[in-house]
Structures are given as structure tokens and as C-alpha cells.
T-cell receptor, first 112, second 113 residues
Framework: EDKVVQSPLSLVVHEGDTVTLNCSYEVTNFRSLLWYKQEKKAPTFLFMLTSSGIEKKSGRLSSILDKKELFSILNITATQTGDSAIYLCAGGATSGTYKYIFGTGTRLKVLA | GAGVSQSPRYKVAKRGQDVALRCDPISGHVSLFWYQQALGQGPEFLTYFQNEAQLDKSGLPSDRFFAERPEGSVSTLKIQRTQQEDSAVYLC???????????FGQGTRLTVV
């Protein structure tokens, strides 16, 4: 059965810290790995990764995919209180509907 | 529209009542998903449409759940005879093509009492 596992489940840091969130996946006919940030209800898109070893960056956030070891990491540098959210990782397959399998998420709290 | 729009934002239903949740995807987006998110969990896949065709309904938990997208745009998720375990946030997402990212709506929080 396809699954996505995220760690840690929760994390509390202080403003200015750097955090690394982990995502491992077992997805049949894997195609892409997506990261979302969820504040309140709507997940907002962060990154989509399809190639191994190529880092994607957006401001203080960056992510990379390792298709050999079946994992991805999301890094956030110089964290701010506005980064407090649940970070969701999802695996997408090439077959069928390309639906996404989500992990449980990492709940990040950044203290001022 | 500018984003995925869902209504209502909140719904309280008495056990046994039928509910209908609406999703208005981004204009021109071919793919549409429904996900169910229980408290403290990640979104769980319910069903998928490509235009008006429901290509995958493997995640619907029982035959009380029904979804449609008759004209390939707006979609409705209907839950009949609601039960307490149906309480969750129901998220709709759309994407322009199969190999692109999906954009989510704000969700509908359903509480069954």
C-alpha cells in the first residue's frame, strides 16, 4: 500500500532557527513529491519536485528530493512566527489519476 | 475564478441528515479532487474527476458518499444519512493538467452532532 511518512510530527523552535522537515515515501509508479503549508484549513502549494538532487528554493524555504533513498526534505532558514503551520508532504504517481498520497504532516511552531 | 472556492465554510448537521458540499474549481482546470481531513491527520483521498468523468472513487468510505461534476466545472460532494465519524474538513483541489500541482480550496468543516 502506498504511504508517505513525515517526521518529526511536531517541532517547536525560536525565531531565527533553521529547521529541517523530513518526508519518506513509498508510492507505486512515483512521479512527483509535493510540499504544502497548511494554516487554518487551506493547504497552500510550496514546491513540486520530480528530479533527484535538484534543489528548489523560494525565499527562506528550500527542498530537495532523493529518488534513490525515497525521501525529501524541506528546509526553512531564519524562521519567523509566520512560518508556524502544518507542513504537508504528498507523493504523486504516474499511473491512473495521478492522485496525491499525503503524510500526516509536521506541525511547526515558531516562538518569538 | 482566482482560486478554488468551497461552500459552505462550516456545516453542522444532525446525525441522519443529508448534506451537500460545493466546490468551484479554478477556471479551466481539468482535474478535480475531493479529500477528507480528520483532526490531526493529513488529507485522505476521496475521489477524482477529469472534466465531468469520475475516474476514481476508490476513496469514498461508503455508499453514503456520492460526488458529481456534471458539466466539468462545479462539483458537489453529497453525504447521505450523516454519521458522527463523517465529521471532518472536506477539501477540494483542482489542477490544470495531470502532471501539475493542485490548488486547494478553504475547505468545508462538517460537524455531525
Amino acid at each position: 500500500e502506498d504511504k508517505v511518512v513525515q517526521s518529526p510530527l511536531s517541532l517547536v523552535v525560536h525565531e531565527g532557527d533553521t529547521v529541517t522537515l523530513n518526508c519518506s515515501y513509498e508510492v507505486t509508479n512515483f512521479r512527483s513529491l509535493l510540499w504544502y503549508k497548511q494554516e487554518k484549513k487551506a493547504p497552500t502549494f510550496l514546491f513540486m519536485l520530480t528530479s533527484s538532487g535538484i534543489e528548489k528554493k523560494s525565499g527562506r524555504l528550500s527542498s530537495i528530493l532523493d529518488k534513490k533513498e525515497l525521501f525529501s526534505i524541506l528546509n526553512i532558514t531564519a524562521t519567523q512566527t509566520g512560518d508556524s503551520a502544518i507542513y504537508l508532504c504528498a507523493g504523486g504517481a504516474t499511473s491512473g489519476t495521478y492522485k496525491y498520497i499525503f503524510g500526516t504532516g509536521t506541525r511547526l511552531k515558531v516562538l518569538a | 475564478g482566482a482560486g478554488v472556492s468551497q461552500s459552505p465554510r462550516y456545516k453542522v448537521a444532525k446525525r441522519g441528515q443529508d448534506v451537500a458540499l460545493r466546490c468551484d474549481p479554478i477556471s479551466g482546470h481539468v482535474s478535480l479532487f475531493w479529500y477528507q481531513q480528520a483532526l490531526g491527520q493529513g488529507p485522505e483521498f476521496l475521489t477524482y474527476f477529469q472534466n465531468e468523468a469520475q475516474l476514481d472513487k476508490s476513496g469514498l468510505p461508503s455508499d453514503r458518499f456520492f460526488a458529481e461534476r456534471p458539466e466539468g466545472s462545479v462539483s458537489t460532494l453529497k453525504i447521505q444519512r450523516t454519521q458522527q465519524e463523517d465529521s471532518a474538513v472536506y477539501l477540494c483541489a483542482s489542477r490544470i493538467r495531470r502532471d501539475t500541482e493542485a490548488f486547494f480550496g478553504q475547505g468545508t468543516r462538517l460537524t455531525v452532532v
